[in-house]
């Protein structure tokens, strides 16, 4: 299993950008997508989620501005980021995991990140 992130890059403090996740196999029981973010020298944060039949879940600090979502079709996740602030400067990254009930568990399935970076 490979998940490929893209669509990264610098925008001004209110723009916006969308985040792909392609994800390329699959395997058996993980079949939700969490996008995390990560800032250097901090832990990485789960910041949404969709399950399989495409339940979604947000982080207080995003719901509003950002929106997940998914094309089974073509194996692939988005994040549609909106309103961007400069605390939303980070790498983001997907995961390919499971959810039980309203929990997200990750595999160790992730993706090589892609640049977020917000401007003033």
């Known amino acids: 299993v490979q998940l490929v992130e893209s669509g990264g890059g610098l925008v001004q403090a209110g723009g916006s950008l969308r985040l792909s996740c392609v994800v390329s196999?699959?395997?058996?029981?993980?079949?939700?997508i969490g996008w995390y973010r990560q800032v250097p020298g901090t832990q990485r944060e789960l910041i949404a989620t969709?399950?399989?039949?495409?339940?979604?879940d947000y982080k207080h600090f995003v719901k509003g501005r950002f929106t997940i979502s998914r094309h089974n079709a073509n194996n692939t996740a988005y994040l549609r980021m909106n309103d961007l602030r400069l605390d939303d400067t980070a790498v983001y990254y997907c995961?390919?995991?499971?959810?039980?009930?309203?929990?997200?568990?990750?595999?160790?399935?992730w993706g090589s990140g892609t640049q977020v970076t917000v401007s003033s």
């Open positions: 969709i399950s399989g039949d495409g339940r979604t």
């Open positions: 995961n390919l995991g499971r959810m039980v009930g309203v929990y997200y568990y990750p595999s160790d399935y």
């Open positions: 196999g699959s395997i058996s029981g993980l079949d939700a």
